[in-house]
Nanobody
């Protein structure tokens, strides 16, 4: 299994920045990709950004040019740098890891609130 713990959420004003972290433990050597998803109140969970083991990244249109996903080389931690935040970015942000051994593993999420 892969265990994931998100941190870094909080309250930020519109236009501000936050950096989320996702600490991975367990069978991290089996991870092929890690991603961030989010779920706003009353809405379905949606994809935000993904990073593959080889370093390739993909983003949702809503995250392009504002968010950056990155990781350390050991897959211990994945980050999501979020800039120019908008009220519509308010959501619980979840970290996910795709493992070749155990499938998709999820963290419990961290709340991001963008409000003045």
């Amino acid at each position: 299994q892969v265990q994931l713990v998100e941190s870094g959420g909080g309250l930020v004003q519109p236009g501000g920045s936050l950096r989320l972290s996702c600490a991975a433990s367990g069978s991290i050597g089996s991870i092929n990709a890690m991603a961030w998803y989010r779920q706003a109140p009353g809405k379905e969970r949606e994809f935000v950004a993904r990073i593959f083991k080889i370093g390739t990244t993909t983003y949702a249109d809503s995250a392009k040019d504002r968010f950056t996903i990155s990781r350390d080389n050991a897959w211990n931690t994945v980050y999501l740098q979020m800039n120019s935040l908008k009220p519509e970015d308010t959501a619980v942000y979840y970290c996910a890891a795709a493992s070749l051994l155990t499938g998709v593993n999820w963290g419990k999420g961290t709340l991001v609130t963008v409000s003045s």
